[in-house]
Each structure stands twice: as structure tokens, then as C-alpha cells.
């Protein structure tokens, strides 16, 4: 049974590029969660996508948008990318909106 | 927004020691999660709880969601170096969805 799975593990990227990080869910899960973990932190809510819409948004600009498949894999796209935006990337998934998460290791972003 | 304040921020105790933390909240949350984060991984859930009051043990690890809702404890016992690592806490609220999480308590395990 495959748990959650991100990628890419690692990425470098230039202020102002744009960025795609991808995520597919633990088998059974249908909800997919976004977050930012700076360093030092803990997760921060970015937007929850269900049924191919975002149900829930965080405090974060437009510059962060998302898309889920209908086979509930997702993608979070970062614009315009800012030296502030290089943190650990994480998704989580769970069964419907209000179940328990579960994690995938992160795609760790730096902005030089 | 809804904030969890996390303590202590981080410990360091003797190999088989008992370790407590806990989340605080100004919040009703209707769901407490208890999560440990690795180096370079996700964080795991350790243990989850749906109802005030309600004592929930996963091992050696043993977690209480608040009577107030707004508060939760881990307790760890008889602590070993793989206990090793960032301890978050998380709340749902009552809409569902969206987590809030701690800021995480570092534990370190001297053998």
C-alpha cells in the first residue's frame, strides 16, 4: 500500500520563476492538503483540494494556486517565486474533508 | 487566525525518562492530532483524538484531548533514542479541513 508521494525531492529555483510540485495520495484517499513548513516551523495551510475543487485556502497570496486530477493527484504551482517561498513543500491526504492526514516526505524548495 | 501555542519548545532528557508537552489553544478545535517529524521526512501521526476528555495511548505514547477543547497533552514513558525528533500538535476545527499546527517541541534522548 503506497503512502503519499511527492515530487520532485528537491528543487532549485531563480526569483521570479514559476514552480509545479506534484502529489499523489495514499491509496483510498481522495482529499489532498498543502502545506509550507518554513525552517524552525511547523506546517502551515496553503489549500485543501476535493472532488477537483479547492474547498479551503490558507492566509496565502494568489501566487500559490493548485489543481487536482480526477484520479486526485494534485499539483501546487508557485509564480513569481520569492526568496521567502524556499521551505519544505509537504501534502497530505485523507479520506473526505475532516479525517486525519497523512503525509508525504516534501519537496524541498530553495529561491536563490 | 487560530494559533497553537506548543511547550516546552524543546527538551532534552535521559534515556528512559517520561516526557510531557502540550498544545494550548485560544480555539475550540473539534479534533486533536499528535505528529512526529524525522529530519528530511513528513511528519508521521502518531495519535488522534475526536472527544473531549478522551485518553488515547499508541504504545508508549499516550495523548488527552481537553475537556475545554482548546488544550492537548503527549505523554511519552520510558523514553529511547528513537524517540528522537519534533513533536507537532494539530487542530481541526469544528468546519473540518483545515489543520493548524504548532510550532513543535524538539525532543532529544541522551543514552
Known amino acids: 500500500d503506497a503512502g503519499v508521494t511527492q515530487s520532485p525531492t528537491h528543487l532549485i529555483k531563480t526569483r521570479g520563476q514559476q514552480v509545479t510540485l506534484r502529489c499523489s495520495p495514499k491509496?483510498?484517499?481522495?482529499?489532498v492538503s498543502w502545506y509550507q513548513q518554513a525552517l524552525g516551523q511547523g506546517p502551515q495551510f496553503i489549500f485543501q483540494?476535493?472532488?477537483?475543487?479547492?474547498?479551503q485556502r490558507g492566509n496565502f497570496p494568489d501566487r500559490f494556486s493548485g489543481h487536482q486530477f480526477p484520479n486526485y493527484s494534485s499539483e501546487l504551482n508557485v509564480n513569481a517565486l520569492l526568496l521567502g517561498d524556499s521551505a519544505l513543500y509537504l501534502c497530505?491526504?485523507?479520506?473526505?474533508?475532516?479525517?486525519?492526514?497523512?503525509f508525504g516526505p516534501g519537496t524541498r524548495l530553495t529561491v536563490l | 487566525g487560530q494559533q497553537l501555542n506548543q511547550s516546552p519548545q524543546s527538551m532534552f532528557i535521559q534515556e528512559g525518562e517520561d516526557v510531557s508537552m502540550n498544545c494550548t489553544s485560544s480555539?475550540?478545535?473539534?479534533?486533536w492530532l499528535w505528529y512526529k517529524q524525522d529530519p528530511g521526512e513528513g511528519p508521521v501521526l502518531l495519535i488522534a483524538?475526536?472527544?473531549?476528555?478522551e485518553l488515547t495511548s499508541n504504545g508508549r505514547l499516550t495523548a488527552q484531548f481537553g475537556i475545554t477543547r482548546k488544550d492537548s497533552f503527549l505523554n511519552i514513558s520510558a523514553s529511547i533514542p528513537s524517540d528522537v525528533g519534533i513533536y507537532f500538535c494539530a487542530g481541526l476545527p469544528t468546519n473540518a479541513g483545515k489543520s493548524t499546527f504548532g510550532d513543535g517541541t524538539t525532543l532529544t534522548v541522551k543514552p
Open positions: 483524538l475526536y472527544k473531549a476528555g
Open positions: 483540494y476535493y472532488e477537483e475543487e479547492e474547498r
Open positions: 480555539s475550540i478545535f473539534n479534533t
Open positions: 491509496s483510498g484517499h481522495d482529499t
Open positions: 497530505a491526504s485523507s479520506y473526505g474533508l475532516g479525517n486525519e492526514q497523512f
